[in-house]
């Protein structure tokens, strides 16, 4: 049988030569000498990476066997737009229209509202007047006045070249040209005889554009008397002349359509 020494505070291994008793090192308590360093601890050596093993035959882009395939989920459709009803358009209001221009008189007040020089409200509004006289008066009481009369129901004197040489005479000695349409409200067909005379002769009356010389000239023709030429050298006096041209409707029709009433300053007499 062994025998086992024990030694708890010594290093000292000679202590036990030719000793029948062996140290116990179960035991046996080792005590560290302060003085001698520590041992450097040995580092693993790091693990390498597993080579990737290439598979012979496979081609490029080709996921390895065994890899799991995923797939997008299918996309759900838009929910469709509510289809929203259109707002009913609303209507513009209509705004109320102007009444023509115009005034009211009695037959004794003709001579002052067409004709006179200063205040004349038919002058100031830029328009010609529409006289609207279910009596009748207004047509015999400017016959015997200084213009140029036409009877639009006599059809002799609804000749283009009578109504030419009328109106030639009114812008040369500063009359007025007087049409009377009695009881019927043939404006279009007193268009249409003008515009036999020239085309667009209505439209320089009503916009006056006729009181120039050139237009006064375009409407002249070879044979007509030398009274109604122009003297070159008196120009001025001639257009100073034409300003006092005038142009007069008569109607006896007491509702006239609403589009003459808004070309022309309307003077109704009651």
């Known amino acids: 049988m062994t025998q086992f020494c ?34 450097p601890v040995a580092k693993k050596p790091a693990a390498k990476p597993a080579a990737k093993t290439a598979v012979s035959g496979a081609k490029p882009g080709a996921k390895p066997a065994g890899a799991k395939t995923t797939t997008k989920p ?32 009695n037959i004794k007040e003709l001579a002052g509202v067409l004709f006179a020089e200063e205040n004349n409200k038919v002058r100031a509004s830029g328009k010609w007047p529409l006289l609207v006289d279910p009596s009748g008066i207004s047509g015999t009481f400017l016959k015997y006045r200084h213009v140029n009369y036409i009877d639009a129901f006599n059809p002799s004197e609804m000749e283009p070249d009578r109504i030419r040489m009328a109106l030639l005479g009114a812008l040369k000695f500063a009359k007025a040209l007087v049409v009377d349409m009695n009881e019927v409200d043939m404006f279009d067909t007193v268009v249409t005889r003008f515009e036999e005379i020239q085309k667009g002769l209505m439209d320089k009356i009503m916009d006056q554009s006729i ?41 006896k029709s007491p509702e006239p359509s609403m589009e003459l009433k808004k070309k022309m300053f309307v003077v109704t007499i009651g």
């Open 6 to 39: 024990t030694v708890a505070t010594t290093t000292d291994y000679s202590a036990f030569s030719g000793s029948s008793c062996r140290p116990d090192f179960n035991r046996f308590i080792l005590h560290t000498d302060p003085r001698m360093p520590p041992k």
């Open 211 to 251: 009181l120039t010389i050139d237009n006064y000239k375009s409407l002249m023709k070879d044979g007509d008397p030398p009274e109604f030429e122009v003297d070159p050298h008196k120009t001025y006096l001639m257009e100073e002349t034409m300003k006092q041209f005038m142009f007069i409707l008569i109607t």
């Open 74 to 105: 299918t996309a759900k459709p838009a929910p469709k737009a509510t289809e929203t009803k259109p707002e009913a358009k609303k209507e513009p209001e209509k705004v109320a229209e102007a009444p023509p221009a115009g005034i009211n008189i």
